[in-house]
């Protein structure tokens, strides 16, 4: 048994207000992946990166000032060509989400896999958690489903999750 957990695939980083070319490009890649895990009744999980109005007096917000994702708006909902119904789908305030691990724990499987944004901030936060609370699981990052901030921190943190065992596909 496989678990994808899809990360803040959301219109804000795709091709909102922090969008990127890459990150439209890997659409496609992410649909598809997301069917086969589909097709063979593997669990498909998504998280969201979630912000309030108050965004930019944030930690978050004083590093980073360009509201994305804010809750309810356009830019916050994942494309529904990839959503699919009836799937758990965590909100998270920060990059890394406990909440996450903790439903993992509940959870059987053998692999997990990940894709979606940013490679270099929210994918690897959450790749390195869960490799730390499951050492004996396989973890894989299916490199053509992530984009990063910029194509060479996408690059540095697929190298760094390679340097931690993640397996990079
Ligand atoms: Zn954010």
Redesign the pocket.
Known sequence: MKILVVVDMQNDFIDGSLGTKEAKSILPFVKDKIEVFQKNKDQVIYTK?T?YENYLETP?GLKLPVK??IKNTSGWEIPSSILLPNAKVFEKETFGSVHLIEYLKTQEFDELHFVGLCTDICVVSNVLLAKATFPTKRIVVDSKCCAGVTPKSHEEALNTMRMCQIDIL
Do not use: A, G, L, V
């Open positions: 990166d912000h978050e994305h994702c």
